[in-house]
């Protein structure tokens, strides 16, 4: 399979402070995404990085890519109450597949 | 633009009943997709549709079928529901198959 699997499972971290959550996977990959999921809502697509590609920013995200090692991490600077969200990291060849997600907590 | 559209919000069904659960996008996609999530799971696909007039298995197809009705719209059906197909269902359409997915508001299926 080339699901991938998200680590942590959980963080809680305090506002202002970074975020970094981390994507390992197991076979050859097109690109690889990352989406966020507000309780009880539907995933939102934050950044997409290519395989060709190896760091990307989006405003106060970074995500990098290492497929030699079949790896991405999140990393989300300067964090808000808001980012409070779960995350998922999505391996695509062809079609998604998605992993398990980090939750992540920011307290105010 | 609504984006992607799903119908209803939340079922509850006895076993063995059957339903359909309606998605549309009003985005031109060519591709559309059904999910399920269940706790600690992540996502999990169903069944795609990768252009109109063409539907394929994900990883959990068995017990759902699929019709896609046109280009917008892409139904799931559940023949003869059980309580293990509770779950809360999503679906997600985007322009090809490896590009950036936009997501429904999903849909809570509880089968008792």
């Known amino acids: 399979s080339q699901q991938g699997e998200e680590d942590p499972q959980a963080l809680s971290i305090q506002e202002g402070e970074n975020a970094t959550m981390n994507c390992s996977y197991k076979?050859?990959?097109?690109?690889l995404q990352w989406y966020r999921q507000n309780s009880g809502r539907g995933l939102v697509h934050l950044i997409l990085?290519?395989?060709?590609?190896r760091e990307k920013h989006s405003g106060r995200l970074r995500v990098t890519l290492d497929t030699s090692k079949k790896s991405s991490s999140l990393l989300i600077t300067a964090s808000r109450a808001a980012d409070t969200a779960s995350y998922f990291c999505?391996?695509?060849?062809?079609?998604?597949?998605f992993g398990q997600g980090t939750i992540l907590t920011v307290h105010p | 633009n609504a984006g992607v559209t799903q119908t209803p919000k939340f079922q509850v069904l006895k076993t063995g009943q059957s339903m359909t659960l309606q998605c549309a996008q009003d985005?031109?996609?060519?591709?559309m997709y059904w999910y399920r999530q269940d706790p600690g799971m992540g996502l999990r696909l169903i069944y795609y549709?990768?252009?109109?007039?063409?539907?394929d298995k994900g990883e959990v197809p068995n017990g759902y079928n699929v019709s896609r009705l046109n280009k917008r719209e892409f139904s799931l059906r559940l023949e003869s529901a059980a309580p293990s197909q509770t779950s809360v269902y999503f679906c997600?359409?985007?322009?090809?198959?490896?590009?950036?997915?936009?997501f429904g508001p999903g849909t809570r299926l509880t089968v008792l």
């Open positions: 990085i290519r395989s060709n590609e």
């Open positions: 549709s990768a252009s109109e007039g063409t539907t």
């Open positions: 076979t050859s990959i097109n690109n």
């Open positions: 997600a359409s985007s322009f090809l198959l490896s590009n950036e997915q936009f």
């Open positions: 999505a391996t695509s060849y062809g079609k998604l597949t």
């Open positions: 985005m031109n996609h060519n591709s």
